[in-house]
């Protein structure tokens, strides 16, 4: 086959692709932001007698998402940040995230924390069912005054929510020591589920196929230019 006819081929059939996908490149529809009410982030601060609250010391609680909108069948990130001021220096050895309604278990977990030796890391490790939400635990993770504890909960956002829809997650409960414990229901974040963009649609389109994404999950800012240039080295090596 000559040159001419091979690209002429290449165009064709990711032109079809394309539109088998139902994408439509420069054509699109646009999503209410979030409403006042889907607050992307939330906060407490736990201050009594036991943390040494006429000297100041207390601890705080923060959870967020990463993203404020979020296309169904991809993933969403949420993550926590737990902090203590002045010298209270706990050590938390379990945190439980409760994930929205319908959502199943994490894909992923990591936890950045200090370690005397090697200072600040991030880890991935493994989450398990705590009741109806999941948990990481560790012998101690320190928590200082200039370094937190970070846990990052990754799930897979259902197929079924619909564009528009206010997904509001569950809070935290926390454990350990220098009374850093705490059960905090309320400590949610809120994302607004919104369409696919190009890539995450014809990727869904075509991992029946065996062309899909190696891992099956395109980034919301992915390129379609480089996800069709993909898609054609595929076509090549079955071709081959």
């Not at 090697?118 to 069912?129: D, F």
């Not at 928590?143 to 079924?160: D, E, Q």
């Amino acid at each position: 086959m000559s040159r001419t006819s091979v690209r002429r081929a290449v165009a064709t059939t990711a032109s079809l692709t394309l539109i088998a996908a139902g994408v439509t490149v420069g054509m699109g529809a646009g999503i209410a932001s979030a409403a006042p009410t889907c607050e992307q982030s939330s906060s407490a601060t736990k201050k009594d007698a036991s943390t040494g609250e006429l000297i100041g010391v207390g601890h705080t609680y923060t959870k967020s998402v990463t993203e404020a909108e979020v296309a169904a069948g991809t993933e969403v990130t949420y993550e926590t940040v737990i902090s203590t001021s002045g010298i209270g220096n706990p050590f938390v050895d379990r945190v439980t995230d409760f994930a929205p309604g319908g959502f199943g278990a994490p894909v992923q977990a990591e936890v950045t924390a200090f370690h005397a030796i090697g200072g600040l890391k991030t880890e991935t490790v493994a989450a398990t069912a705590d009741g109806t939400g999941y948990k990481v635990a560790s012998s101690g993770w320190s928590v200082t005054a200039s370094n937190p504890l970070t846990v990052k909960m990754t799930y897979l956002v259902p197929a079924g929510v619909s564009v528009g829809d206010e997904i509001t997650s569950g809070g935290i409960s926390v454990a350990g020591t220098a009374a850093v414990g705490n059960n905090l229901p309320n400590l949610d974040a809120c994302f607004t589920v919104r369409a696919k963009n190009a890539g995450e649609s014809v990727s869904g389109s075509l991992d029946g196929a065996g062309l899909g994404s190696s891992d099956s999950n395109m980034s919301s800012t992915g390129s379609l230019s480089d996800f069709i240039g993909d898609v054609i080295s595929r076509i090549f090596k079955n071709g081959s």
